[in-house]
């Protein structure tokens, strides 16, 4: 999508003001992406809709993958292999197969129902295939190779500081996505996390990321969700919550805009040049 008429900002992007023209939805991303095909530009580019102030959260749900971190390493494309063989004597082929914003659970049945397997055959058989996931994951887990996205650190550290809960909602199963996040040393900045397993769509990840914050911070905790996926800007929209889009995955900033979050940057760096006395 066009970002349309906006202001200069620095850097040579764009901040938009006022309403945008909606656009045709952009098709949907199949396949597999490694960190060498996320969208992270050097240009600076804000969107903020009118009077959002992306501050005002008590608690920030934060997507994994695409949005604190790329992967430079194919462990859990290769535990998925390892998964889907041991259990169903299957080659897996996710040509075709929506991955990006999907959930571990969502891939799975969205591959298994392309082979033809009959929903009977493998529902039952799901805790099997994601108990060897999260297995060969942490087996391999001294080859994760996670490239923070831009600003991360500086901006975990800085939202932790101004005593913003910090939590991730993630398509991941839980051992993965903690996996992941202990690679790159983020772990502990992280009270709690939402992950696929026995929740397999992402709204209901984002749901139960709701419960756990406002569990924590009181029932009229502000949550926001930040995500690189339109998946991410839909789930949070779909649960009553704004949503921070930040093209650091394989969506890039004018893909983002046409799904209408709040805000939408085109990495963190943004975020963090925001804060108070930066």
């Known amino acids: 999508m066009s970002p349309g008429p906006g202001v200069e900002v620095a850097g040579g992007g764009h901040r938009q003001d006022g309403n945008l023209e909606r656009v045709a939805a952009q098709p949907v991303k ?3 992406a490694s960190a060498e095909q996320s ?3 050097a240009a600076c580019s804000v969107y903020t809709q009118p009077n959002f102030n992306w501050l005002a959260a008590d608690a920030y749900l934060f997507d994994i993958d695409g949005t604190l971190l790329n992967s430079r390493d194919a462990v ?13 004597g299957l080659e897996l082929r996710l040509d075709g197969i929506p991955v990006h914003g999907n959930t571990d659970v969502g891939i799975l049945h969205a591959y298994l129902k392309a082979a033809g397997v009959a929903e009977e055959r493998w ?27 831009p600003a991360i650190p500086e901006l975990i550290e800085r ?7 910090l939590g991730v909602a993630s398509g991941n199963i839980e051992s993965v996505g903690w996996a992941k996040l202990r690679a790159c040393g983020l772990r502990d900045k992280f009270s709690f996390g939402a992950f696929s397993g026995k929740l397999e769509k992402r709204d209901e990840v984002i749901a139960s990321g709701i419960e756990q914050a406002r569990s924590l911070r009181g029932a009229g905790a502000v949550v926001y969700v930040v995500g690189d996926t339109p998946a991410d800007i839909r789930s949070a929209h779909a649960n009553g919550l704004a949503a921070i889009a930040v093209a650091t995955g394989i969506y890039g900033f004018d893909e ?6 709040e805000m939408c940057v085109s ?12």
């Open 123 to 149: 529902r039952p058989r799901i805790p099997e295939v994601l108990e060897i996931l999260s297995s060969e994951v942490e087996r391999n887990s001294a080859s994760l190779r996670p490239e923070l996205c």
């Open 39 to 41: 969208q992270i530009s």
């Open 76 to 88: 859990h494309y290769r535990a998925f292999h390892s998964a889907v063989a041991q259990v169903f």
């Open 267 to 278: 990495c963190c760096t943004d975020l963090l040049d925001s804060l108070p006395g930066c």
């Open 256 to 261: 983002l805009m046409s799904h209408s979050p």
């Open 30 to 32: 199949t396949g597999w």
């Open 159 to 165: 939202l932790g500081t101004a005593g913003k809960l």
